[in-house]
Nanobody
């Protein structure tokens, strides 16, 4: 089992930045691909970014490329999502997730999920 806890969400003005963190406990964190997903009001859960266990490969949703950066520190069992140039449409609950295997955009392929952290972007 892996337990995931997100933090760092909040209210920010459009154009601002936030850094989300997700800390894992349980089985070996470094074995897992880590992903970030988000779910806006009335919308389905949507892929944002993912990173391989070693951090050498990443995958991003097209609309966040160049604005968001995913990174991990296996010594701290933590994955980060640095979000810059935030837009109103980035408002959502952000979830981190973990899976064994290759990078994936599909939420159904992830085995463990955090409880989510709210990000609200205001005009």
């Amino acid at each position: 089992q892996v337990q995931l806890v997100e933090s760092g969400g909040g209210l920010v003005q459009a154009g601002g930045s936030l850094r989300l963190s997700c800390t894992a406990s349980g089985r070996t964190f470094s074995s897992y691909v880590m992903g970030w997903f988000r779910q806006g009001p009335g919308k389905e859960r949507d892929f944002v970014a993912a990173i391989t266990w070693g951090g050498s490969n990443t995958l991003y949703k097209d609309s966040v490329k160049g604005r968001f950066t995913i990174a991990r520190d296996n010594t701290k069992n933590t994955v980060y999502l640095q979000m810059n140039s935030l837009k109103l449409e980035d408002t959502a609950v952000y979830y981190c997730a973990a899976r064994i295997g290759i990078l994936s955009r599909l939420a159904t392929t992830y085995d463990y999920w955090g409880q989510g952290t709210q990000v609200t972007v205001s005009s």
